[in-house]
Every structure is written in C-alpha cells, then in structure tokens.
C-alpha cells in the first residue's frame, strides 16, 4: 500500500450497485464515528479519500476504494447511530447486513472498536453475523491516542474476553491511532499479506 496507489470506485447504496466481486476485498465496520473512514485515509496515505467527520453518521453509503490493482478496501456506514431517521437506519442496516452476509470476495472484516469504550452490544450484534455468515474478523481499536496506557489494558481484557464468544474471530488485536500513526504500519501489511 503506497499513498497514491488508492483512487475511489464508488458509493453504493443497493446490493445491485456493488462492483464486480472480482478482487480480494477487506471491510471496515463499526459504530457511527469510531474513525473507520480516517483509518482508511490513514491505511492508504490518501487524506480526504474517505471522507470523515465528526458528524456521526457521516458515511451513508458503501464506497469502495481500490488499492493497488487486487483488492479493495471498503468504508461502511457506522452503525448504532441514534439520531437519524428510524427509516434511514432501517434501510443502512439492510444494507449492511445483506454485504456482510453475502459478499463473496470478502476476505475479511475489520471490525473497529473505540480504544475508550470497548465492545458495545451493537458491536456484538455484527460480531454475530459475521460469525453466522462465516467471514473472519479481526478487532481494530481506534483513537489509542484517547487513552492513557494505564488504562488500555483494561479495555483489551474487555475486548479479547468478547472476542472469545466469537467463532469467526481472529484473536489478534490491533490498537491504532489514526491521528498519531501508531498500528498503521501492521494493519496495512495485515491487509497486504492476505491471499
Ligand atoms: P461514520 O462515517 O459517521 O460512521 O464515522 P467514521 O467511523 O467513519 O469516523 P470518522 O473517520 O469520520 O472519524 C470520526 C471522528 O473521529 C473525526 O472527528 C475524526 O477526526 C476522529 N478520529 C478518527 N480517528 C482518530 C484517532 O485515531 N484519534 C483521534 N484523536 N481522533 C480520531
Ligand atoms: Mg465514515
């Protein structure tokens, strides 16, 4: 993965808009504003790629980016987002459930989880599906920078003891910092080395 190598596909708001599941693909999920998007941009040297905010609920669509010629590294929309129309949730977590389920290319989730806050029961929710559809998923902790290291270890009990309840987890955890850089490096060649 090299800065310049990644270029946006598209948003897809439909299964029948998905590309051609012609290449390996990775996707990041997890609650509305944990920093899926800013991860990306962070993972592909690209600032301004996906696009981030701190409005919750920012990504309401399913972009794919590609990187490099082989794969595809894919933004989703947060879930566990309150304030937006009921119907509006309804429909991005249809959405969310049927790529999840069904995408066949899809190599592995990265299921992001805020460095204060731990597993949340929706996190758990998507952790299930996962492993009902079997798609290996590995735990990425965001925003480590938020966090005193005195307190980390803490959350990582948290996380791994979750982790555990969960046939189609990968155990090793990842804790980055999007803002910092930290655990850039080792999820990128995370990515780069799956075939
Ligand atoms: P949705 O698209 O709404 O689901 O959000 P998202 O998960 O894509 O989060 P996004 O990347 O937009 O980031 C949300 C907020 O968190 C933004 O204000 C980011 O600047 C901030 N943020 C993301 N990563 C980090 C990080 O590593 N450290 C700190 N301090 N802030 C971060
Ligand atoms: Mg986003």
Redesign the pocket.
Known sequence: LFAGESTFVKGVVAMSGLPPADRLEVC?A?????????????LTGTKGL???????????EINFFTQGPERYLV?????G?ANAPLDVVAKWQRLLKQYLSGRQNLRRAFV?VDSRHGVKPVDEEIMALLDSAAVTFQCVL?????VKAKDREHVLEQVRTALSRHPAAYPELVL?????G?GISTLRSIVANLT
Request: proline letters at 5%.
């Open positions: 990041f997890g609650r509305s504003n944990v920093g899926k998007s800013s991860l990306i941009n962070a996906a696009r981030a905010s701190n409005t919750p609920g920012r990504t309401q933004d989703l929309p947060g879930y987002y992001l965001t925003k480590a920078d938020k980055t910092s999007s803002e910092k930290d």
